[in-house]
């Protein structure tokens, strides 16, 4: 429906606005108020449309990934399987925000070095309660595994981050597009909101194969002091 609106002479143009927001609020909420509200969430909504990050040919698999298998080999002894992705149903969102603050908040940040005593990259779970982002990206793909989520939607990401330094991070692949789960923003983001330059991640089909990207994730969202 297109509404036309002619000033009448000695009415501020102000007042003829909030007469017309009031009308298509009103309108909207008449419809439906599932509509409306999905209405209200669109316009209010600042955050760049997910999509998914082009993915290039196999590549070098991280020597902290090779290791965490050596060590824990059940890990990663899996057959190879079609790539599927999450839907983002409602639930399905509570459910990745929930994980990412749970671990967010569980583990206490520390250094590959000063955790382990080496300057090579030692990947693991938060067997000690503490750990680097290797360990929070590991956990996250742990818990969502148990809550249902489907292992080939969960990639352990390598990029750079926007001090261009080293940073992994847990890719979510969604009939959305890709999400990040990062132990540096409790928020989950789109790829492509997040500044990072995106170096490899996991296959969707063989967690051992790693793919290349070597793309820029678009530009960091500016976050609320409440994020």
């Not at 927001?21 to 955050?47: H, I, M, N, W, Y």
């Not at 082009?54 to 902290?64: E, F, H, Q």
């Not at 996991?202 to 967690?207: D, F, K, L, T, Y």
Request: hydrophobic share 35%; net charge positive.
């Amino acid at each position: 429906m297109v509404l036309a609106v002619k000033r009448s002479p000695g009415v501020p143009t102000s007042s003829l606005l909030l007469g017309l927001v009031s009308l298509v609020g009103a309108s909207s909420l008449q419809a439906s108020p599932a509509a409306a509200q999905s209405s209200l969430l669109k316009l209010a909504s600042t955050r760049p449309a997910a999509s998914s990050a082009s993915v290039g040919g196999s590549t070098s698999v991280p020597y902290g990934w090779l290791d965490f298998c050596h060590r824990r080999p059940k890990e990663c002894k899996v057959p190879a399987l079609p790539a599927a992705s999450v839907k983002l149903t409602a639930q399905n969102m509570s459910i990745l925000k929930r994980i990412n603050q749970k671990a967010n908040r569980s583990i206490k940040p520390v250094s590959n070095y000063d955790h382990w005593g080496t300057t090579m990259d030692h990947w693991d779970y938060p067997v000690d309660g503490k750990g680097d982002c290797k360990i929070y990206a590991l956990y996250k793909r742990k818990l969502l595994q148990e809550a249902g989520f489907p292992r080939q939607a969960l990639l352990m990401t390598v990029v750079r981050d926007l001090h261009n330094e080293g940073h992994t991070i847990l890719t979510v692949k969604t009939d959305k597009g890709d999400l990040v789960l990062d132990n540096l923003v409790d928020e989950i983001r789109p790829w492509n909101a997040t500044g990072y330059y995106f170096l490899k991640r996991q296959s969707q089909q063989n967690p051992n194969i790693w793919v290349s990207l070597n793309q820029r994730g678009g530009s960091a969202k500016r976050l609320s002091p409440s994020s």
